[in-house]
């Protein structure tokens, strides 16, 4: 077996993706499939997006010559806040243009992550859910964690707002229903309706999201 076949068997057993193994393709694909995991390992039998894999994946996009722009597909439950956070963060700090698109579901911390491209896609029936922080398990000093998580829940707005169109008012009103999500707090959004609150930019599928991506990386090429 050569080693570039060999290099694609290792990225398809360790990522679920081929992409790493083709360093001259011009788009790059990033899919965040299932729960974003951070610092906790999630049972095996979870699907799962590893953070200390993506990270990589995003640097060597930016280092990379060839590479002109980034596709992310998501379809997550959301995860890990902080390594949901950090990736979106990483996102939205390339230098080259990058352009999301939501199948299935981005719930959560898949939000942000939807957002920090620099235009996002929603497929038609594809859902995303808003709604606060949660937290599991016994709660030491409940004012200095309550202080935690509200200063965290903070982050996150301001990361949606100042990535995409939505108010912050109104962002601040869909996390607190409490008529949309059973037992909890949140608003659940399908397809046009994210379009509709500013969350998202458009309702599409993957031929809009590449056309798009396309257009943005020309326009960048004139720009030079």
């Given at each position: 077996?050569?080693?570039?076949?060999?290099?694609?068997?290792?990225?398809?057993?360790?990522?679920?993706?081929?992409?790493?193994?083709?360093?001259?393709?011009?788009?790059?694909?990033?899919?965040?499939?299932?729960?974003?995991?951070?610092?906790?390992?999630?049972?095996?039998?979870?699907?799962?997006?590893?953070?200390?894999?993506?990270?990589?994946?995003?640097?060597?996009?930016?280092?990379?010559?060839?590479?002109?722009?980034?596709?992310?597909?998501?379809?997550?439950?959301?995860?890990?806040?902080?390594?949901?956070?950090?990736?979106?963060?990483?996102i939205n700090s390339?230098?080259?243009?990058?352009?999301?698109?939501?199948?299935?579901?981005?719930?959560?911390?898949?939000?942000?992550?939807?957002?920090?491209?620099?235009?996002s896609f929603i497929?038609?029936?594809?859902?995303?859910?808003?709604?606060?922080?949660?937290?599991?398990?016994?709660?030491?000093?409940?004012?200095?964690?309550?202080?935690?998580?509200?200063?965290?829940?903070?982050?996150?707005?301001?990361?949606?707002?100042?990535?995409?169109?939505?108010?912050?008012?109104?962002?601040?009103?869909?996390?607190?229903?409490?008529?949309?999500?059973?037992?909890?707090?949140?608003?659940?959004?399908?397809?046009?309706?994210?379009?509709?609150?500013?969350?998202?930019?458009?309702?599409?599928?993957?031929?809009?999201?590449?056309?798009?991506?396309?257009?943005?990386?020309?326009?960048?090429?004139?720009?030079?």
């Amino acid at each position: 077996m050569d080693n570039e076949k060999k290099a694609t068997l290792d990225n398809i057993n360790s990522l679920g993706v081929t992409d790493i193994a083709k360093p001259n393709e011009k788009i790059k694909v990033l899919p965040i499939i299932g729960q974003i995991e951070g610092h906790v390992i999630l049972p095996p039998q979870n699907k799962s997006t590893k953070y200390e894999h993506i990270i990589p994946q995003i640097v060597a996009m930016e280092r990379d010559e060839d590479s002109e722009g980034l596709l992310i597909i998501l379809n997550t439950a959301g995860g890990d806040v902080e390594a949901g956070l950090a990736i979106a963060e990483m996102i939205n700090s390339l230098s080259k243009p990058t352009v999301s698109l939501v199948i299935g579901g981005g719930h959560s911390i898949g939000v942000p992550l939807a957002t920090s491209a620099d235009y996002s896609f929603i497929s038609p029936t594809a859902t995303m859910i808003v709604h606060p922080i949660r937290m599991n398990g016994l709660v030491i000093g409940v004012p200095q964690t309550f202080e935690y998580f509200n200063k965290m829940q903070e982050r996150i707005i301001k990361f949606i707002v100042r990535t995409s169109k939505i108010e912050r008012d109104n962002l601040k009103n869909m996390l607190l229903k409490t008529d949309e999500v059973l037992n909890d707090m949140g608003t659940i959004l399908i397809g046009k309706q994210a379009v509709e609150c500013g969350l998202i930019d458009e309702v599409g599928g993957i031929s809009n999201a590449i056309k798009k991506l396309k257009s943005l990386i020309e326009e960048k090429n004139k720009n030079f």
